[in-house]
Structure formats: structure tokens, C-alpha cells
């Protein structure tokens, strides 16, 4: 360790050699996080309604697709998109189209509990008081019990964020280019792994840290 130290105090030129990778692998970890769970969230939201709906072929589909999603690795399910669907149907998808479906799909499983269990929080008066003055159901949904569910929602979905922003760094093994994979390129060419992988865990904290930081700013804004 202490040649390690020696080595990065007399030759900083890898730090300095490692912040192009490092900045390209974060603005694509991003790109990848952000769409992909904006994507899942509309999947969560309409699979979590699924799971409160009375119908039990509506409720059984949103439940296969839950457990499903949520019984198998994210890491396979990015092998089956990239590999097994462009095998077996013939759809070829590239690794970042691969990287933000997965994303999308694993995250909008976990995003679906979390509306159902936001949307079930609240309590059956507010829908009866909706229905008593004439509101439809959807009426109902959309005024009254979705916008005080939201509110409930925002901390878990600020957790699935972060969660996901970190599972994308198993899409190195589909060679997308995000963190892990560009510095792990760059390690493979200079042979020398210390200072990239310090490197690589800093550039996950500096995206991390100040969404938590902001996630829980606005939970005590919003006081949830």
C-alpha cells in the first residue's frame, strides 16, 4: 500500500489521466439512471394501480410481473435483454438501450410496491368523501388520493434512484459505457488498478451523496 502511495505521490498524472473516463462514465450513469427510472415510474405507477385493482386477472398480472422482476438479479435480466431477446425474437438491442429497459423494468417492479403501498396508506374516508360529493373513482384517484400519496412516496422512490444510479454499474458486463466500464478499460491499458478504482468509488459518491443530500431536503420541506 505504501508503494501504491509512493507511486500516485510521484507520478499524478494517473489521477489527472483517469477524469476524462471518469466524467464520460458519469454523464452516461446519469443519462441511463434518469431515463431508465422515469420509464420505470410510469411502469411502477400502472402496475401498482394494477395490484389495487378488484379484478383478479388485472391484480394476478401485476403480481407475476412484480415477483418476477423482483426474484431475478437485474444482472440477468440485462444478460436477457442483450443477448436472449436479440437470439430468440430477432430484436437487436444496442448495450444502452439494453442498460435503460433494464433499468426501467427493474426499477418500475420495486416502484410499484411503492405506489401501492403509498395509494393503501391513505385512508379509505379521503375516497369515500370523494365519492359522497359526486367524484368518479378516477376523479377520486387523481385529486384526492394520488397527490397526498405521492407526498408519501417521495423517499422510497428517492432510494430507488440511488439504487438504481448503482446498478448500472453491472452493464460493464454488456460493455455499455458507463463508470465501471470505461475505467475498467482504462485499467486493462495501464495495467495499474489502484488509483481508477479509488477513482470510480469517488465518482459514484459525488453523484450519491448530493442526491441524498437533496432527497432529504425535500423530505423535510414536504415534512414526510
Do not use: H
Amino acid at each position: 500500500m505504501l508503494e501504491n502511495l509512493r507511486d500516485i505521490i510521484e507520478n499524478p498524472d494517473i489521477i489527472v489521466n483517469t477524469l476524462p473516463f471518469l466524467w464520460r462514465g458519469i454523464q452516461l450513469t446519469l443519462m441511463v439512471t434518469f431515463v431508465g427510472v422515469f420509464f420505470g415510474f410510469i411502469i411502477g405507477s400502472l402496475v401498482g394501480l394494477m395490484r389495487l385493482s378488484k379484478s383478479k386477472i388485472v391484480y394476478g398480472i401485476a403480481t407475476v410481473y412484480i415477483e418476477a422482476v423482483r426474484g431475478t438479479p437485474i444482472l440477468v435480466q440485462a444478460l436477457f435483454l442483450y443477448f436472449a431477446v436479440s437470439d430468440f425474437f430477432g430484436i437487436n438491442f444496442s448495450a444502452l438501450q439494453a442498460g435503460i429497459i433494464a433499468i426501467a423494468i427493474n426499477a418500475g417492479a420495486y416502484i410499484a410496491e411503492i405506489v401501492r403501498g403509498g395509494v393503501e396508506s391513505i385512508d379509505k374516508g379521503q375516497t369515500e368523501a370523494g365519492r359522497s360529493i359526486g367524484m368518479t373513482s378516477t376523479q377520486t384517484m387523481r385529486y384526492i388520493v394520488w397527490p397526498q400519496a405521492f407526498r408519501r412516496m417521495i423517499p422510497p422512490l428517492g432510494n430507488q434512484f440511488i439504487v438504481s444510479l448503482k446498478d448500472t454499474s453491472i452493464f460493464a458486463v454488456i460493455s455499455l459505457g458507463e463508470m465501471t466500464y470505461l475505467i475498467r478499460q482504462y485499467v486493462s491499458t495501464t495495467g495499474d488498478p489502484f488509483m481508477p478504482y479509488i477513482m470510480l468509488c469517488l465518482g459514484y459518491l459525488i453523484i450519491t451523496i448530493p442526491c441524498m443530500v437533496l432527497l432529504r431536503r425535500v423530505e423535510r420541506r414536504l415534512d414526510v
